[in-house]
């Protein structure tokens, strides 16, 4: 059963999406079903607390306000979602020049490999 102030936080947040009245938006009679299927989505192998997690679906919800240009899916929602507060996050890695133009060169290698025009390893290690 899902917890009350989950569906509320996701009915606040459809109600605002059907008021953009978006591409692709469900039919008005079909709002309780979309509910529905959202709050099953959003369950499927989480767990919600309200302490964590009730500002992050207002985050994403705002979030998809102001970036969605159709109706989205549940999976929209959580792409959005900040991540809880107190959780340390990665550094964005560093990259230098080298590994960059290494990359690259790679990137051109590959892509060259694709379109035929360089030999693959394996002909290149067949013998002759």
């Known amino acids: 059963m899902v917890e009350e102030w989950l569906e509320r936080a996701v009915v606040q947040g459809l109600k605002g999406l059907v008021a953009l009245r ?3 938006a469900p039919a ?3 709002i309780t079903m979309t509910l529905d299927v959202w709050l099953v989505a ?3 192998g989480r767990s919600w607390e309200e302490d964590r997690d009730a500002w992050r679906i207002q985050a994403a919800f705002s979030t998809l306000f102001a970036t969605c240009e ?7 929602l959580l792409r959005q979602m900040p ?7 990665l550094p964005k890695p560093e990259v230098s020049e080298a590994q960059r133009i290494n990359g690259r060169r ?8 694709l379109k035929g025009l360089a030999p693959t390893t ?7």
């Open 28 to 30: 008005a009679d079909a």
């Open 106 to 113: 790679h990137i051109a290698d590959i892509t060259a490999r």
């Open 42 to 44: 959003l369950e499927r």
């Open 22 to 24: 978006l591409d692709g």
């Open 122 to 128: 394996e002909t290149e290690q067949q013998p002759q």
């Open 83 to 89: 991540p809880p507060k107190g959780w340390a996050t």
């Open 70 to 76: 159709r109706w989205p899916a549940p999976a929209a």
